[in-house]
C-alpha cells in the first residue's frame, strides 16, 4: 500500500497544468498553439488549423516542473511580442483604412516546436524576428489585390522627400499611383466592359493564366490605343509585386518583358509653330510657356517656384535690378542630383513674370492662382495645352516639347555642356567639376538662342 501510495504521488505533480502520461512515464503539458497544415478529405484542399502543442519534460519530477516553468515564461514571451506586432498592424491598417486583422492568435515560431531543447534568451528572440518576418511575406500573399494597392502606395508615400536613393518625389508618385490605379480599372470613370484583372483576389490565388491575362489585356490595341500607354500600366503593376516581394511563378517573368517601337518624339525646330503658341493673348499661358523654353522646366518646376528661388548671377538674393536669373534644384531631377541650376531669365520672361507674380504669401510660391492658392501642375499643364489645342497643334506638340525643342537648339548653338545644364541632367563624375561649377556656359547658351528666337520672330 506505502508502494502505490509513493508511486501515486510521484505520478501526480502538485502543478496546476503539468501532466504525467502513464504508458511512457514522462510529464507532459499543453502549452501555446501551433499551426498545422491537413488536407480537407473532402476537396482535397489544403487546410490550416490551429492546435494545441503538447510539450514533453521527460521522467523526473524535479526537472519536469523546471522545465514547466521555463517552457511556460517563454510562451508569455511569445504573445507578448506577437501581441506588439498584432497592434501595429492594427493601427497601420486603420490609419490606411483597410480592413483590420484576424482575431489575435499567438502561435509558437516554427522553429521553437521542439521545447526539449533549452535555448538562450538571445536565440529566443531571433526566432520571434524571424518568425515575424515570414509573417509579413505571408499577409502580403493574403491581400486582396486592392488591399495591397492601398499598402504598396502608403509605403511610397512614406518614401516622399527621403534622400540619399531612398526617396520619392511627388510628382513621380503621382504619376505613378495613377497609372497603377488606372492598369488595375479602379479608377472612377472606368467604362471598359471587362476588368484587367479581378481585384478583389488575393495575391496568392493568382497563377500563370492570370498575369497572362492581364499583360494581354493592355497589349490588347483594341483596349489602349497607345504601345507606351500600355507598357506604363503593365509595369506599374510589376513595380507593386516587387516592392511586395511576391514571388512569382518561373514562367510569368518573361510576361512582363516588353518590346516597345520607339521613334523620334522630339519635334523639330519650327519658328512658325513656336511663333503660333507665344502669340497667344492669354499672358498667364505665354508666361509658362516663355518658362518651359527659357528654362527647360516642366509644370511641375513653375508650379513649385519660390520668391527665394529669384537670384543674381551669383546665386544670391535678386536686388530689384539688373539680369535676373533662377537657382534651385530641377524638381524632375532633384533625387538624382545634389547641385541647384543658375538659369538667365529673357527679358521676355522676367517681365511677365514680375507683372504676375504673388504677393508675399505662406506658401513663398512667386505665383498664386485667382483663389489665391498655389498652382497646381494640372491646371498649369492644363492653360499650356488649351493654347497647344486653340492653334490646331493637338498631337503635334506637347508641354515637354519645349524642354526639348530648346535642348536642341543649345546643344547646336553652345554644345553638349550647355544642353546638359539647361535640361539639369546628372553628369558623369569625370564632368562635374568642370561643368557645375560654371554656369556662364548655360547663360552664355541662354542668350544665343534668345538672339535666335528674335531674328526667327518667335519673340
Same mark, same amino acid.
Given at each position: ?44 484542399? $489544403? ?42 498592424? @492594427? ?6 483604412? !483597410? ?11 516554427? /522553429? ?16 520571434? %524576428? ?31 522627400? !527621403? ?14 499611383? +495613377?497609372?497603377?490605379?488606372? %492598369? ?10 471587362? @476588368?484587367? &484583372? ?32 500600355? %507598357? ?22 518573361? !510576361? ?19 511663333? $503660333? ?9 505665354? !508666361? ?25 548671377? /551669383? ?34 520672361? +522676367?517681365?511677365?513674370? +514680375? ?32 493654347? &497647344? ?11 515637354? +516639347?519645349?524642354? @526639348? ?23 558623369? %563624375? ?30
Amino acid at each position: 500500500m506505502l508502494q502505490k501510495a509513493a508511486k501515486k504521488a510521484r505520478t501526480k505533480p502538485q502543478v496546476k497544468g503539468l501532466f504525467y502520461h502513464r504508458p511512457s512515464s514522462q510529464y507532459f503539458a499543453y502549452i501555446g498553439y501551433h499551426k498545422k497544415t491537413a488536407i480537407d478529405p473532402i476537396t482535397d484542399h $489544403k487546410i490550416k488549423c490551429r492546435v494545441r502543442t503538447t510539450c514533453y519534460f521527460g521522467t523526473d519530477p524535479t526537472e519536469a516542473v523546471a522545465k514547466f516553468y521555463q517552457v511556460k515564461g517563454e510562451w508569455h514571451r511569445v504573445i507578448a511580442a506577437e501581441r506588439e506586432q498584432y497592434e501595429e498592424q @492594427k493601427a497601420w491598417k486603420s490609419a490606411n483604412e !483597410l480592413p483590420p486583422p484576424a482575431r489575435f492568435k499567438p502561435i509558437w515560431p516554427k /522553429e521553437a516546436r521542439d521545447h526539449r531543447m533549452v535555448r538562450l534568451r538571445a536565440d529566443r528572440v531571433k526566432q520571434v %524576428a524571424d518568425f515575424f518576418e515570414d509573417e509579413k511575406k505571408q499577409d502580403a500573399l493574403n491581400l486582396t489585390i486592392r488591399e495591397a494597392r492601398e499598402k504598396y502606395l502608403a509605403d511610397c508615400r512614406a518614401r516622399i522627400g !527621403l534622400q540619399a536613393g531612398k526617396g520619392i518625389n511627388q510628382n513621380s508618385y503621382d504619376k505613378h499611383a +495613377q497609372n497603377l490605379t488606372l %492598369a488595375l480599372g479602379l479608377n472612377t470613370n472606368y467604362s471598359r466592359s471587362r @476588368k484587367p &484583372i479581378d481585384v478583389d483576389r488575393t495575391l496568392e490565388e493568382l497563377k500563370h493564366d492570370d498575369y497572362r491575362d492581364f499583360v494581354r489585356f493592355w497589349c490588347d490595341p483594341a483596349v489602349v490605343k497607345s504601345e507606351r500607354t500600355g %507598357a506604363n500600366y503593365i509595369h506599374a503593376f510589376k513595380r507593386m509585386l516587387d516592392a511586395l516581394k511576391v514571388k512569382l511563378p518561373e514562367d510569368v517573368a518573361e !510576361l512582363f518583358s516588353l518590346k516597345i517601337r520607339t521613334g523620334t518624339k522630339i519635334v523639330r525646330y519650327q519658328p512658325v509653330m513656336l511663333k $503660333k503658341l507665344l502669340g497667344c493673348e492669354d499672358d498667364r499661358a505665354r !508666361l509658362f510657356q516663355l518658362m518651359f523654353l527659357n528654362f527647360g522646366y516642366y509644370a511641375v518646376d513653375v508650379a513649385r517656384l519660390r520668391f527665394d528661388h529669384i537670384t543674381d548671377a /551669383e546665386g544670391n538674393p535678386y536686388a530689384g535690378r539688373g539680369e535676373m536669373f533662377i537657382t534651385r534644384h530641377r524638381e524632375k531631377t532633384r533625387h538624382q542630383n545634389d547641385f541647384a541650376t543658375t538659369c538667365y531669365v529673357w527679358p521676355e520672361t +522676367q517681365a511677365l513674370m +514680375q507683372r504676375l507674380k504673388a504677393p508675399s504669401n505662406p506658401s513663398g510660391t512667386y505665383f498664386l492662382s485667382q483663389f489665391g492658392e498655389p498652382y497646381s501642375v494640372k491646371t498649369i499643364s492644363g492653360v499650356v495645352e488649351q493654347v &497647344i489645342r486653340n492653334v490646331g497643334l493637338a498631337r503635334q506638340f506637347s508641354v515637354k +516639347q519645349y524642354q @526639348k525643342v530648346g535642348a536642341s537648339q543649345i546643344k547646336a548653338l553652345a554644345g553638349t555642356d550647355a544642353m546638359h545644364q539647361y535640361k539639369a541632367n546628372a553628369p558623369s %563624375a569625370a564632368d562635374k567639376p568642370y561643368i557645375l561649377e560654371d554656369f556662364s556656359i548655360l547663360t552664355a547658351a541662354l542668350k544665343k538662342l534668345r538672339k535666335k528666337l528674335k531674328a526667327d520672330g518667335v519673340l
